[in-house]
């Protein structure tokens, strides 16, 4: 086949600067059809590349509110960012289908072995955590992922999940009231925080309290990682006034 050189031109609101070189026919269709949905994504915000990936993990008797909280607000938040900044997917250890607490059916986007490394992480709490811990292949993806994730969070007695994952030793951690007990015996040396909403763990490590704390943990995250205008944006959005609250200063 015979090769030529070749110089490709391209719009300048791409901001890119083709280089020079020497390209089959064919390699110069691909790299034309490369720069063309390249320029798509960055005009019309649609590279899911540069979109940070956040994994909500479902299992059976999972509290809902525990997951739909954050759900919620990472989603809103998005579609007020209009839909540029994250993408969310909902997922499951074994099956896609699970039954949360008090009836629910939830069908997950993906298993976690199905999906690859996330940014962001929500680890709710319900009885069913406490299956959760001893599913041994779902606890090493699970640490695999919370080890590079940039940050993870638990609500409820999500903070099961961290605590046997080996997260939270000589941490302060916030979890259920009625779940202090049992986090003394998956980390002894943990350092409960029952009067807390929610706390940082650590650098990339953050817990809250019961159910409804998970919406003030999703909505302080969403302002550390996007910024104080969107968090209070999607918190107006969602009627949500105990954070609107804090910030009417």
């Known amino acids: 086949m015979e090769a030529r ?9 791409v901001g890119w600067t083709i280089t020079q070189g020497w390209l089959t026919a064919e390699d110069e269709q691909k790299s034309y059809a490369i ?26 008797e999972v509290e809902v509110l525990d997951f739909a909280g954050p759900f919620e607000v990472f989603s809103v938040a998005n579609q007020l960012a209009e839909y540029k900044l994250i993408q969310v997917h909902v997922l499951s250890l074994d099956a896609l289908e699970i039954r949360a607490k008090n009836g629910l059916h939830v069908v997950a986007d993906q298993r976690l072995d199905q999906v690859g490394q996330l940014d962001y992480l ?8 406490k299956m959760v811990i001893q599913n041994q292949p779902g606890m090493a993806l699970l640490q695999t992922q919370i080890q590079q994730a940039r940050w993870s969070m638990s609500v409820c007695s999500g903070s099961r999940i961290l605590g046997k ?3 939270l030793e000589h941490k302060p951690y916030c979890t259920h009231h009625e ?49 104080k205008e969107l968090a209070l944006a999607t918190a107006t959005y969602m009627e949500y006034t105990p954070y609107q609250h804090t910030h009417d200063r």
């Not at 050189?5 to 609101?13: E, F, R, Y």
């Not at 929500?122 to 955590?129: M, N, Q, R």
């Not at 159910?211 to 969403?222: C, K, M, Q, V, Y």
């Open 5 to 13: 050189s070749t110089v490709l031109d391209w719009p300048t609101s």
């Open 35 to 60: 720069l063309f949905f390249s320029w798509i994504f960055l005009n019309f915000g649609l590279n899911p590349i540069s979109m940070k990936q956040l994994g909500i993990l479902v299992f059976d």
């Open 122 to 129: 929500v680890l709710p709490g319900g009885d069913g955590s």
């Open 165 to 167: 994952a080996g997260f």
């Open 179 to 227: 779940v202090f007990g049992s986090m003394q015996e998956i980390v002894p040396t943990g350092i409960p925080q029952p009067n807390l909403r929610f706390t940082q763990s650590d650098d990339r490590i953050w817990t809250a309290a019961g159910i409804s704390a998970g919406i003030d943990l999703a909505l302080h995250l969403t302002e550390l990682t996007f910024g």
